[in-house]
T-cell receptor, first 109, second 117 residues
């Protein structure tokens, strides 16, 4: 079956760095997405990786290793507004998005 | 980025009534739109894939006669929850794939919170 694993919850301090991991087992791979979702709102697109390596976009970076079925989202200089759920999703061979359960990130002052 | 609107944002209805939710891609054409359902503190659950001009593809366990989907144009898909019951209360989110986009990503509407009394 298809499976995406990410931690349920993480806590970090304002101004610090946090890494949210995601491992996946899917039928085919056409890219991996990270989305941010604040409580009561719809997800918003953060990043997309299809090749191995690190993609940096401001305070957020995303890394992919296809051979290991592994990705992480790195958030630097954490701000209180970064408190949200972070969803990892893989586009499978049918171009269907397979979603992880999300990681709730709690930022403390 | 591409914008997807969803209407209404919130609806409260009586048990047994039908509710229609609209999803529109505002600045791009979407041959494919997706309907999700999300329970509190849970991830997104794909209900169906809506294809313009053809029947929707429903995920296993989703009743197609209860959740009617129509994708009449390249910018509009509708989800109708027929004979709604309290267990249908949930957060419904649509998304549209921008095939012309750089990453083929899905853009999400703001969601509709349905409460069935």
């Amino acid at each position: 079956g298809q499976n995406i694993d990410q931690p349920t919850e993480m806590t970090a301090t304002e101004g610090a760095i946090v890494q949210i991991n995601c491992t996946y087992q899917t039928s085919g791979f056409n890219g991996l997405f990270w989305y941010q979702q604040h409580a009561g709102e719809a997800p918003t697109f953060l990043s997309y990786n299809v090749l191995d390596g690190l993609e940096e976009k401001g305070r957020f970076s995303s890394f992919l290793s296809r051979s290991k079925g592994y990705s992480y989202l790195l958030l630097k200089e954490l701000q209180m507004k970064d408190s949200a759920s972070y969803l990892c999703a893989v586009l499978d061979s049918n171009y269907q998005l397979i979603w992880g359960a999300g990681t709730k990130l709690i930022i403390k002052p | 980025g591409a914008v997807v609107s969803q209407h209404p944002s919130r609806v409260i209805c009586k048990s047994g009534t039908s509710v229609k939710i609209e999803c529109r891609s505002l600045d791009f054409q979407a041959t494919t739109m997706f309907w999700y359902r999300q329970f509190p503190k849970k991830s997104l659950m794909l209900m169906a894939t809506s294809n313009e001009g053809s029947k929707a593809t429903y995920e296993q366990g989703v009743e197609k006669d209860k959740f009617l989907i129509n994708h009449a144009s390249l910018t509009l898909s509708t989800l109708t929850v027929t004979s709604a019951h309290p267990e249908d209360s949930s957060f419904y989110i649509c998304s549209a794939r921008d095939v012309g986009g750089a990453y083929n990503e899905q853009f999400f509407g703001p969601g509709t919170r349905l409460t069935v009394l």
